[in-house]
């Protein structure tokens, strides 16, 4: 049994919530799903969302049969193309390290392959990058409405900057009318049971203007909160951003506990890490180990979560045009 609150506090709670939101829309929505991503533009990492969904773009297949893993931002907006390759120092308009460091990710991912001319590397892409991305829509878990925190500015940061299409709250609390009046008109309200694995519509989202300038919230202190506007093309990078670390990631982040308490039930859906002692759903990182009074060490279960994600979902573990090179990051000094 799921249980939205126990002695460990909100956080555990939140987690068991995503983990079990992400795997009951797994199952029912073409969406790929990733957990605590940066969803900021001027400060990427000042606002996290717990949960993206990316739903599929028209050339989505495209993008799943060129790599498996994220594309680096500063590869895709360089100068390098699927035609002439390109010395990657002349190639890209940002610092050489990061130049360095985008052009080792993009090999290490496919995206870039070489070809040595006098003694140098030279690159170009596989593939010309696609067109993939459609809508992104981000979700704020609140399982408990009764410890808010800071629901209220994270969800008015959402809608101000517009980096997502649309914004929801999901909540296992009651939502009463008094709940839906402090939150902004635009954010879609769900109450997901994670036992019953069901959702009721509360609020339908409205759709934000991506397009757009957007206002992003920066350093808040008492009387006085710093503010970015932030530019449509700004805000364009960064939803590719959000989408490539989604495509890359993935929201099965965890690792299985060693313990033979661990028996994640998976059948033909995701697996979670239950525990059979607590009863529950648990946060392997804070929960599990010999500090637990249950802890019995065990192997941990043998589950290829990689392998479970290219089942349940269209994301592919090694397309056949995936190419991979291991190389340091001196090669291109």
């Not at 969904?53 to 297949?61: A, R």
């Not at 002439?84 to 940002?94: G, K």
């Not at 001319?117 to 067109?131: I, K, L």
């Amino acid at each position: 049994m799921f249980l939205p609150v126990d002695a460990l506090g909100t956080a555990v709670s939140e987690f068991a919530f995503e983990l079990a939101l992400c795997a009951h829309l797994e199952e029912r929505r073409e969406w790929l799903l990733a957990r605590q991503l940066g969803g900021g533009v001027a400060e990427p990492g000042g606002r996290v969302l717990d949960v993206v969904g990316v739903v599929p773009g028209p050339q989505f297949d495209d993008r799943v049969a060129l790599t498996a893993d994220a594309i680096p931002t500063a590869a895709i907006e360089s100068a390098v193309g699927p035609g002439r390759a390109r010395f990657p120092p002349e190639a890209f308009d940002c610092h050489p390290a990061r130049a360095r460091r985008a052009t080792e990710r993009a090999i290490e991912a496919g995206f870039f392959e070489v070809e040595r001319r006098n003694g140098r590397e030279y690159v170009r892409q596989v593939a010309r990058y696609p067109d993939w991305i459609g809508r992104l829509v981000g979700i704020e878990n609140k399982p408990d409405l009764g410890r808010p925190g800071d629901l209220r500015k994270q969800l008015r940061t959402d809608v101000s900057l517009a980096v997502v299409d649309e914004a929801i709250l999901a909540t296992e609390s009651h939502v009463t009318r008094a709940h839906l009046n402090r939150l902004p008109d635009p954010v879609g309200v769900w109450r997901f049971d994670p036992d019953e694995r069901t959702i009721e519509v509360i609020r339908e989202p409205t759709p934000l203007p991506v397009d757009g300038a957007g206002i992003e919230p920066l350093d808040r202190r008492p009387g006085r909160t710093d503010l970015a506007v932030v530019t449509g093309a700004e805000k364009a990078r960064a939803r590719r951003r959000i989408a490539e670390r989604a495509y890359g990631k993935g929201w099965r982040t965890f690792e299985l506990p060693a313990c033979r308490a661990c028996e994640p039930a998976a059948a033909d859906g995701p697996t979670l890490p239950h525990c059979t002692w607590k009863g529950r759903l648990v946060d392997p990182e804070r929960e599990c180990g010999p500090t637990c009074a249950g802890h019995e060490p065990a192997p941990a279960p043998d589950v290829d979560l990689e392998s479970e994600r290219e089942r349940l979902t269209p994301w592919i573990a090694d397309p056949t045009g995936r190419r991979r090179r291991q190389s340091g990051l001196d090669r291109f000094g």
